[in-house]
């Protein structure tokens, strides 16, 4: 394990329920709702006493909320780091309570060691490999240049910076491929619908649209459409998480591709915090699994999807 916060920390309810407090990012998107609503009814299922509180994407908030679970000496806390820096001195006041900590769905970047137990959550990296991947294999057989507008998620969160990353090292491969801009949409549909129309009306030669996520896509679809264009056709859109909305956009033709990020890990993250609360050994990093899902896959997989 990667902390030693100590297994057994808290006082909790005062029998044998485990009280989890657990600070969500916000309610951002429909990955989020999903993310949310998974939690809360792998808690129920565990009888878990889950202490839930909602950061509305805000740093200051979590923190707030971590301190006041410390406060009420809860048996562990879980979160969702909406950034990915400025944890050090809350992670050390865990600690020193002696509650464990465990993350899920996003990774802080820490200069300090066993400040948490396990880190639960996708490989975001990878995600943005496959978006690279899906472009690069779309225009494999294309000479001239290919312009790729790209939207963000939010600003210095572990997603947006991890995504960029892998869309970048491959799609650097090959000097064809540029990105004319690059902008913060806030992983909300109506972040995605501004920041596309400020891309529109400043270039008219966009290929790609790459979206770190399914709202910002939707969000994009509404200004290429209003700008008279066909998204799908005349601008080729690849974005990340697989939310229903965005299937049944690829299954119209809308989006081309999506890059699968799973939302529904409330039962690992319950079975972690137990095995945590019981003091033991779990793996540094558990990885969730994923898919990629091209229109060709869509309408068949629309009836299959949970979230
Ligand atoms: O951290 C996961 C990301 O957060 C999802 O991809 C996005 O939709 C959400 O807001």
């Known amino acids: 394990a990667c902390g030693s916060g100590g297994g057994q920390g808290g006082q909790g309810g005062g029998d044998d329920t485990i009280v989890l407090g657990f600070s969500q990012v916000g309610a951002e998107s429909g990955w989020r709702t999903a993310n949310t609503e998974s939690i809360k009814a792998a808690a129920d ?70 400040v948490y137990e396990t880190f639960l959550g996708s490989d975001f990296v ?32 572990a997603p947006a910076i991890d995504r960029k990353e892998g869309f970048a090292e491959i799609i650097g491969e090959d000097d064809k491929f540029e990105i004319i ?59 990340v998480d697989g939310i229903k909305a965005a299937f049944q956009a690829m299954a119209e033709g809308k989006i081309n591709q999506v890059v699968e990020c799973n939302p529904l890990i409330g039962p690992q993250l319950m079975d972690l915090v137990e095995k945590v609360h019981a003091g033991e050994e779990v793996p540094e990093r558990v990885e969730v699994e994923e898919g990629v899902f091209g229109q060709d896959q869509a309408e068949e997989e629309l009836p299959n999807r949970q979230y």
């Open 45 to 114: 299922e565990a009888g878990i006493e889950l202490k839930f509180s909602d950061a509305q994407q805000q740093q200051e908030n979590q923190i707030q909320a971590i301190r006041s679970f410390i406060q009420q000496d809860v048996d562990v806390i879980a979160f969702s780091p909406v950034v990915e820096s400025g944890w050090d001195t809350v992670l050390a006041e865990a600690r020193t309570a002696g509650i464990p900590v465990v993350l899920t769905d996003r990774a802080v970047e820490t200069g300090q060691e066993d």
């Open 126 to 157: 990878e995600e943005g490999r496959n978006a690279g991947r899906y472009v690069v294999e779309e225009f494999a057989d294309s000479d001239e240049d290919v312009n790729i507008v790209e939207l963000q998620g939010t600003t210095g969160s």
């Open 181 to 239: 801009a690059s902008q913060d949409g806030d992983f909300t549909r109506a972040g995605g619908q501004e920041v596309m129309q400020a891309f529109l009306g400043s270039h008219d030669d966009i290929d790609v649209l790459y979206a770190h996520n399914d709202d910002m896509a939707l969000g994009a679809i509404e200004s290429i459409e209003a700008a008279g264009l066909k998204p799908g056709e005349d601008i080729k859109i690849v974005s």
